[in-house]
């Protein structure tokens, strides 16, 4: 990794990280998950639950609980919805996560070039 360590921002364990929302504990369960994994990786451009049931086979009840995981979890962001009619689009707000499985377990998100980490 190009940075040093001074550059990178510590969040602790009891919260989320500030502006990025990194969650550590729900990032490794669901990067965990071939299903949520593959949703995440797809959504580089702004996507629905719809979409995504479609693009993954999905039922449309396991798209939306693995969109909403991926949204708490912090590695998807909700775009601004026009109307109650309209439907939640979706995409990536992490650019890249790392996760070491050294002693400690360190998880590292990065959005924009700054990047956070946690150490478990």
């Given at each position: ?93 992490i650019d890249h996560v790392s996760v070491t499985y050294d002693e400690p377990l360190r998880i590292e998100c ?11």
């Amino acid at each position: 990794m190009s940075e040093t360590a001074e550059q990178l921002t510590p969040c602790t364990r009891a919260q989320r990280d500030d502006e990025l929302g990194c969650n550590p504990d729900q990032i490794i369960e669901l990067l965990s998950d071939d299903d949520a994994r593959a949703v995440f990786l797809s959504a580089e451009e702004p996507t629905t639950v719809g979409e995504v049931s479609e693009e993954h086979d999905l039922p449309a009840s396991t798209a939306y609980r693995k969109v909403e995981q991926l949204h708490e979890s912090g590695l998807l962001t909700q775009l601004n919805r026009q109307s109650g009619e309209t439907p939640a689009y979706y995409v990536r707000s992490i650019d890249h996560v790392s996760v070491t499985y050294d002693e400690p377990l360190r998880i590292e998100c990065t959005r924009k070039g700054k990047t956070l980490y946690c150490e478990h």
